[in-house]
């Protein structure tokens, strides 16, 4: 019988290695020493130290290649938060983490690094200094908390010391930085419509937003900790920057950095939600015939509107976490990498 060869401890595979964190991740992972197997089902691109697979999730023959020798996998894919397509987010979510999970055991990879999200334990309602051991939310308000749930508990539930494949789950919550394809450019789109000039709520509810190289370096910490005695086997882990913020002092500065005025009328939070899971409904309800998306889903709204930031003691604890880059330096680095989308541009 041939002797099978042993995963390199350095060489290591990001599945959806193309997206905004994915690719933050694999540059690091390379300033590290790692060489990187890159699996995504987006355009690839080259870096020295990478290897790119293209592929669905979905489709473990085409996954099982990027996993050849690889010891450790961290799995960042997903659709994007804000899309309302619940058959790709229980696709994606749900079945490729089954599939990705099947996939790590085939190969002999010894550890998977789940990109989760804080919004598992979010149902609209204030968090403050949220842990990790909240229950997870009975009623998520989108189809992305509701798959983010499953796969979770996927990924953690199949934590197993005794066959030698170890499991770990980074809860990031509110990334932000260069590159970032959401946050940013959809807040300059909604100032240039004019739809940036009200504050829903009294505006002073406090909430986390995590710089991606923060994410980056908690996702790193659990992959090279994450060994058979480490008390992080088979658990969540909240990661952010650890400086809760105002979160409309927050959307005003990045907006006044680029150019655009910063909110100033107070709108009504009951009223706010109220319309927009009216609108949410009457999307739903007139899909077959007419599509339109509002802007203002009840999901943001709530994250708009609402008390959320987490507590980071377990990652400190259990991990030595701390953040590396300030929020201050965070949104200043990233407002200096947008100038296309400055006012007047």
Known sequence: MATRVRPSNKRCAVIGGSGFLGRHLVEKLLDRGYSVSVFD???SYELPGVTFHQGDLCDKQALLPALKDVSLVFHCASP????????????????GTRIVIQACIEAGVQKLVLTSSASVVFEGTDIKNGREDLPYAKKPID???????EQEKLVLEACDKEKGF???AIRPH???GPRDPQLVPILVDTARRGKMKFIIGDGTN????TFVENVVHGHILAAERLRPDSPICGKPYH???????RFWDFMSEVLVGLGYAAPRYHLPYALVYGLALLLWLLALILRPLVSFKPTFTPMRVALAGTHHYYSCERAKQDMGYKPVVSLKEGIARTVQSYPHLKQGA
């Open 206 to 209: 406090l909430v986390d937003f």
């Open 143 to 149: 189809y992305y908390t509701q798959t983010k749930i």
């Open 80 to 95: 994007a938060p804000g899309s309302d397509n619940r058959a790709l987010f229980e696709s994606v979510n749900i079945q």
């Open 174 to 176: 509110g990334i932000f």
């Open 166 to 168: 170890l499991t770990v």
């Open 41 to 43: 089902i987006r355009q």
């Open 239 to 245: 990661i952010t920057n650890d400086e809760p913020v």
